[in-house]
């Protein structure tokens, strides 16, 4: 059963791929990036946090469907959560 889910997930992660290359090859990949900073300029806090929310929700299909992640340990948890912390909050507090 396992072999099914993984497969249906690596054909997703690529299906993600084959759209993100089909737009960076139309447009110049500073294009794109602009294109979805105007985008992101449109979101409100409401919004930005039903992100978050279907993340969470996101992360626990992903856990149920492969338990062996909690497996991990919980310093290798944080130190994931330090490194791709720090960009977002040196940015927010620090940088003018």
Same mark, same amino acid.
């Given at each position: 059963?396992? %072999?099914?889910? *993984?497969?249906?997930? %690596? %054909?997703?992660?690529?299906? #993600?791929?084959? *759209?993100? #290359?089909?737009?960076?090859?139309?447009?110049?990949? #500073?294009?794109?990036?602009?294109?979805?900073?105007? %985008?992101?300029?449109?979101?409100?806090?409401?919004?930005?946090?039903?992100?978050?929310?279907?993340?969470?929700? *996101?992360?626990?299909?992903?856990?149920?469907?492969?338990?062996?992640?909690?497996?991990?340990?919980?310093?290798?948890?944080?130190?994931?959560?330090?490194?791709? #912390? *720090?960009?977002?909050?040196?940015?927010?507090?620090?940088?003018?």
């Amino acid at each position: 059963m396992l %072999r099914g889910k *993984a497969l249906f997930l %690596r %054909r997703l992660f690529c299906l #993600g791929f084959l *759209a993100l #290359g089909g737009i960076m090859n139309d447009n110049k990949e #500073g294009e794109m990036f602009g294109k979805m900073n105007q %985008r992101v300029k449109n979101l409100t806090v409401v919004d930005i946090g039903l992100v978050k929310w279907s993340v969470l929700f *996101a992360t626990i299909i992903i856990v149920k469907i492969f338990p062996q992640l909690l497996k991990i340990d919980y310093v290798v948890l944080v130190a994931l959560m330090l490194i791709c #912390g *720090a960009k977002p909050l040196y940015k927010f507090w620090f940088k003018k």
